[in-house]
């Protein structure tokens, strides 16, 4: 069984940074692809970023682009968010998601098999 789980949550004043991790357990195989999602009190979750395994392509929301960054981990099957230049509108609950079986990730949360708690990212002075 996949396993998820974030961490790095927090409390940041605006133009400051956070970074998320992402650790998974349990996978068989290197093809898979890991996002980070975001989810506002009452909205659907909307994709930040994402990145593939094997062939390490990335994708990021043109809301982030140039402030966060997806990179893999120190540790096998870790991934981090680094998170620069926070705003108040990046406030939101942050959830890691693996899709297994693919070489390029996808942007679209309904792709992912297995999905984390989640870690509260909270951006106020």
């Known amino acids: 069984e996949v396993q998820v789980v974030e961490s790095g949550g927090g409390l940041v004043q605006p133009g400051g940074s956070l970074r998320l991790s992402c650790t998974i357990t349990?996978?068989?195989?290197?093809?898979?692809?890991i996002g980070w999602f975001r989810r506002f009190p009452g909205k659907d979750r909307e994709g930040v970023s994402c990145?593939?395994?094997?062939?390490?392509?990335?994708w990021y929301s043109a809301l982030v682009n140039d402030r966060f960054t997806i990179s893999r981990g120190s540790a096998k099957n870790t991934f981090d968010l680094q998170m620069n230049s926070l705003k108040p509108e990046d406030t939101a609950e942050y959830f890691c998601?693996?899709?297994?079986?693919?070489?390029?990730?996808?942007?679209?949360?309904?792709?992912?098999?297995?999905w984390g708690k989640g870690t509260q990212v909270t951006v106020s002075s």
């Open positions: 998601g693996v899709e297994t079986g693919v070489y390029v990730c996808s942007s679209f949360a309904y792709g992912y098999d297995s």
């Open positions: 349990g996978l068989t195989s290197d093809d898979y692809g």
């Open positions: 990145i593939g395994n094997i062939r390490g392509g990335t």
